[in-house]
């Protein structure tokens, strides 16, 4: 007894699947740039670390490496207390910095930014039925 290929598993005999096939075997084979090198830190004379003339004191977040330790950069560089310490989605510091100790941060080599701290604003978000 001779059994028929399935047509909606055989790639020959199905014309809309052949494609779709097709354009995952391509993607499979395209490569893709390591993720590690999106997430590497800035080299010390990048933006990240260009503030304004005028900024010289006031309240920073430091955004730290992945695998920093905001407490041991802390004190590394003088800073005695934050307002904020993150550990969790990205690692860092909010703290009001002087200008020694922003220097000493910015120099850091686990230090990828510092900036001017600053309030997010969202989007109002609509009410509409639950997904």
Same mark, same amino acid.
């Given at each position: 007894? /001779?059994?028929?290929?399935?047509?909606?598993?055989?790639? #020959?005999?199905?014309?809309?699947? &052949?494609?779709v096939l097709a354009a995952v075997a391509v993607l499979l084979l395209v490569p893709v740039p390591a993720a590690s090198a999106a997430f590497a830190a800035p080299a010390p004379d990048t933006? &990240? $670390? /260009?503030?304004? @003339? &005028?900024? &010289?004191?006031?309240?920073?977040?430091? =955004?730290?490496?992945?695998?920093?330790?905001? $407490?041991?950069?802390?004190? @590394? =560089?003088?800073?005695?207390?934050?307002?904020?310490? $993150? /550990?969790?989605? #990205?690692?860092?510091?909010?703290?009001d910095l002087d200008e020694r100790q922003l220097a000493a941060v910015g120099a850091h080599p686990a230090v990828t930014a510092v900036e001017p701290d600053g309030t997010a604003v969202g989007l109002p978000v609509e009410d509409g039925p639950a997904v």
């Open positions: 007894m /001779r059994v028929s290929p399935n047509p909606v598993l055989s790639p #020959v005999l199905n014309p809309v699947l &052949s494609p933006a &990240s $670390y /260009r503030l304004a @003339e &005028s900024v &010289s004191v006031g309240r920073f977040m430091v =955004t730290l490496a992945p695998d920093a330790d905001p $407490y041991a950069v802390m004190q @590394e =560089t003088g800073v005695a207390a934050a307002h904020f310490v $993150y /550990r969790s989605a #990205v690692r860092g510091f909010v703290a």
